[in-house]
């Protein structure tokens, strides 16, 4: 029986007994109101670029040092909780968030700038292990399901910074990124209710073991070729990615000449796919199998990552829509897929995948504003629309017991 309220009574709770949608949804919501927070700076990056007199490859290591410093700390935060789990921890991760927010706000020169993107990525570095562990103790075994819905929040925060910025920031300044201090706040205050839920469960998750193929357990070695191949699936996907969230705003305001406004709308649209097609990736995998959502979502965009860079405005709009529900429907299960390779892991393998997501975003942010430094932003759409080819690695994927509900 599900408990229904944050505050539910103390009692541990075993994987499986019931979805508690109540701290599905909280934990969804804090997602939503941590990653909006977080996509204010790249959202607002041509008003940054204007402000301190910025190139490509400074915007992009902006992005390389806020998506690192999530990178680096995830994996160990995610092993360190797997261990010792910190219910009230995720206090701390917004409570960074909103510091680096407040400086960004302020910053009067770039090395501030780096600071702030710095406290942002340590935000997230803290957050996101612990919260898909969350996600995952109230799933009731709807594995998928629930890490949809924690990856929906998320998404929709994204999908929400370019039109708050388009609207809010933009007209108002730099310095209105601090307004958004008492969302952070809210979001600390129901993370500390979800962490009273979470305490006495903490410890409810499975103990370490092997997943089996007919029964035979996986050897070391069979799993670190999975997690290869998860790692460069995700590779293919978040330097993609990485291409629209950093610079598809100046992808079309270069080859259309839209205004900042006109383009922050159309990232909207964008992310709102991603947020859309996030949410169907989870329950699609617990019913038909995370391996083939995995197939269909990487390498089945790949005529669509190809065609972007020749279309029209119109059909720019029609295929970043198509490419962003598709693409998006991976992550989900490649996390779950990577919990059931390596059960009772969950925080490390979070860890791990959150971090490698914030990681290939910064690294490819950086590398894709040289790139359109020494070429053009129209030739990095064409060069990055093969990445999605990389998706034939998925049949080496092993086809492993999943547990379900």
Request: proline content about 4%; some cysteine; glycine content about 12%.
């Amino acid at each position: 029986m599900s408990d229904t309220t944050l505050t539910a009574a103390a009692r541990p709770a075993k994987e499986g007994a019931g979805t508690t949608y109540a701290i599905l949804l909280a934990i969804s919501a804090c997602h939503l109101m941590n990653d909006l927070l977080q996509s204010l700076l790249p959202a607002i990056y041509p008003m940054l670029k204007a402000n301190f007199a910025l190139d490509f490859a400074q915007v992009g290591l902006v992005t390389l040092t806020f998506q690192g410093t999530g990178s680096i700390l995830q994996p160990f935060v995610g092993l360190y909780t797997d261990k010792y789990p910190k219910p009230y921890s995720l206090v701390v991760g917004m409570g960074l968030t909103l510091s680096g927010l407040v400086l960004i706000s302020q910053a009067w020169s770039y090395p501030v700038l780096l600071l702030g993107a710095a406290l942002l990525g340590s935000g997230s570095s803290i957050f996101h292990p612990e919260s898909s562990r969350v996600a995952r103790l109230a799933s009731g075994g709807q594995h998928g399901l629930a890490q949809s819905l924690f990856q929906v929040g998320g998404n929709a925060g994204s999908a929400l910074g370019p039109l708050v910025a388009a609207f809010i920031v933009l007209p108002n300044g730099q310095s209105s990124v601090a307004w958004f201090a008492a969302l952070a706040l809210l979001g600390m205050s129901v993370l500390w209710r979800v962490g009273t839920w979470y305490g006495p469960r903490r410890l409810a998750a499975a103990a370490p073991t092997r997943a089996s193929i007919g029964g035979v357990a996986l050897g070391n070695a069979r799993i670190a070729g999975a997690m290869v191949v998860l790692i460069t699936l995700m590779f293919s996907k978040f330097i993609y990615m990485s291409s629209f969230q950093s610079y598809y705003t100046f992808f079309l305001m270069d080859r259309f000449g839209l205004s900042i406004g006109e383009a922050q709308v159309r990232l909207f649209v964008f992310l709102g796919a991603v947020a859309v097609g996030t949410i169907a990736g989870g329950p699609i995998g617990d019913r038909i199998g995370r391996k083939y959502v995995i197939w269909g979502s990487i390498l089945g965009v790949l005529p669509f990552t190809l065609a972007l860079p020749y279309a029209s405005l119109f059909w720019t709009g029609v295929l970043s829509v198509l490419i962003g529900l598709i693409l998006s429907s991976a992550f989900s299960a490649i996390v779950v897929y990577g919990q059931e390779l390596m059960p009772g892991r969950v925080g490390t393998v979070a860890g791990l995948f959150f971090g490698v997501a914030f990681g290939l975003g910064g690294i490819g942010a950086a590398v894709i504003g040289q790139i359109a430094d020494a070429t053009s932003i129209q030739y990095v759409y064409r060069l990055c629309g093969w990445l999605p080819l990389l998706g034939v690695l998925t049949v080496f994927l092993p086809s492993i017991r999943e547990r379900r509900a």
